[in-house]
């Protein structure tokens, strides 16, 4: 079973950039399709918006429009990790942002087909 832990998140200004980083332990992360969802605070009933997934090879990847062309997701197979180059933050991008990890089916989806889970690390972009 993997394990997940996020790092990175900080405040910034609007504008600015944050890298965060997934490292993966108690699993081969060549193994999974990873992805970056995010989950704004006070609105923890809702479900959690993707913002960037990649297959386990790296050749794929996918953004929603909320992020395309700002957010890049890359990872390091050897190093067992991933990666969210964020660019041109904007206050709405202030949120808790999670790592996740699924081994099968379609190499993105939903919050609820994949199977790990880091804690979350909090990004705040002041204006």
């Known amino acids: 079973q993997v394990q997940l832990v996020e790092s990175g998140g900080g405040l910034v200004q609007a504008g600015g950039s944050l890298r965060l980083s997934c490292a993966a332990s108690?699993?081969?992360?060549?193994?999974?399709?990873m992805a970056w969802f995010r989950q704004t605070p006070g609105k923890e009933g809702k479900e959690r918006e993707i913002?960037?997934?990649?297959?386990?090879?790296?050749?794929?990847?996918y953004y929603p429009d909320s992020v395309k062309g700002r957010f890049a997701i890359s990872r390091d197979n050897a190093k067992n990790t991933v990666y969210l180059q964020m660019n041109s933050l904007k206050s709405e991008d202030t949120s808790v942002y999670y790592c996740?990890?699924?081994?099968?089916?379609?190499?993105?989806?939903?919050?609820?087909?994949?199977?790990?889970w880091g804690q979350g690390t909090r990004v705040t972009v002041s204006s």
């Open positions: 996740a990890a699924k081994i099968a089916g379609s190499w993105w989806g939903t919050e609820y087909q994949y199977d790990y």
């Open positions: 108690g699993g081969i992360l060549s193994s999974y399709h």
């Open positions: 913002i960037a997934a990649i297959s386990w090879s790296g050749r794929e990847t």
